[in-house]
């Protein structure tokens, strides 16, 4: 079955995508290299990455293409290969995601740009320049549009353009960071109301990825956070929940870096993002094979539990 149908007809939690952005430095991605001009350069390494994905059990695959927007292209020179890089990008993906697995077209920021009043772009640049790399996604055979990021502005126009473009499902997510005043966007929005806008912009998944998730009574940021934020966001939408947040905050140990969240750590905190209604679950930053092995155990306990349940 597809995934809208594999998210209306069934009560299955889903493992999200393996952060191939982060996790390719396994595989040689240097940290200088744009991140598609290297998978098309290296492409049996993007696809070992996938497959190995797969085989720890992800259920969605991403096309990895965050930095493959007109915008961020331009920064290093490649504006002219936008097409190409989506395109072969999801055409790779596509030859090794297996029926039942679900390959994402990733959609970002227009980073270093920004949508008027605070930048120089206007809407209809934006909305070009989105529909450049979406329907680049489309052509090469993406299941759903992900659509994540800072912005929310421009993330609206985004969905705009998949909307316009194609009937496939939309997961968005948006990027939180905790303060004084709790969890808020970038831009400066909470949990509620950034995900309303999502809902009323036609999204059909809501969720939230990366950022610096905490939970409330502690002063650091930790992916524990994560189960808070899900409550906040379900008051601000009646939409299917994911969750996607980083392996911990990033140190800097020994001229590397290290993220402290270790894969059973990270797992026991699963059941609780499930209890808060999340129907993906995965990790950002620093999560590598043996997290999502982890979750995926604790993944597959929750379905088989629900099954028998299921009259």
């Known amino acids: ?6 998210l209306m007809t069934t009560q299955d939690i889903l493992l999200h995508y393996f952060p191939l952005h982060s996790a390719l430095a396994d595989w040689g991605k240097d940290l200088e290299s744009h991140l598609s001009e290297w998978i098309i350069n290296h492409p049996e390494a993007y696809q070992e990455a996938i497959v ?6 992800c259920d969605l695959v991403s096309t990895s293409t965050q930095a493959a927007s007109p915008w961020r292209a331009a920064v290093f020179g490649l504006r002219n290969r936008v097409h190409e890089f989506n395109y072969h990008s999801a055409r790779l993906a596509r030859e090794v995601v297996p029926e039942g697995r679900y390959l994402a077209g990733f959609v970002s920021d227009t980073n270093p740009d920004f949508l008027e009043p605070l930048g ?7 909305y070009d320049g989105y529909k450049e790399q979406i329907s680049a996604l489309l052509e090469g055979g993406v299941d759903l549009i992900m659509i994540v990021g800072n912005h929310l ?4 126009i ?4 998949a909307r316009d473009l194609s009937d496939k499902p939309v997961v968005a997510q948006n990027v939180f960071y905790q303060g004084a005043t709790g969890f808020r966007t970038m831009m400066g929005l909470d949990p509620v109301e ?3 806008r999502l809902e009323d912009s036609g999204a059909d998944v ?9 939970r409330e009574e502690d002063l650091y940021p930790y992916y524990e956070g994560a189960t808070a934020l899900l409550r906040q966001m379900r008051r601000g939408t009646e939409k299917i929940l994911s969750i996607q947040p980083n392996a911990g905050m990033a140190r ?10 270790t894969p059973q750590a990270m797992a026991r905190e699963v059941p609780s993002w499930i209890e808060a209604d999340a129907r993906i679950v995965g990790g950002c930053c620093g999560t590598g094979l043996e997290h999502y092995r982890a979750i995926k155990a604790i993944v597959d306990d929750e379905n088989e539990r629900r099954r028998i349940q299921t009259p």
């Not at 772009?121 to 934006?126: A, N």
């Not at 809501?206 to 905490?214: D, I, P, R, W, Y």
């Not at 800097?252 to 969240?261: F, G, K």
């Open 206 to 214: 809501v969720g939230a990825s990366c950022g610096l998730m905490k």
């Open 1 to 6: 079955m597809d995934f809208s149908q594999r």
């Open 153 to 156: 502005e421009e993330k609206l």
């Open 120 to 126: 120089n772009l206007t809407s209809r640049e934006v």
């Open 252 to 261: 800097l140990v020994n001229d590397q870096t290290v993220y402290p969240a």
């Open 158 to 161: 985004a969905i705009e353009v």
């Open 52 to 57: 190995r994905s797969i085989e720890a059990g």
């Open 194 to 196: 950034a995900s309303a």
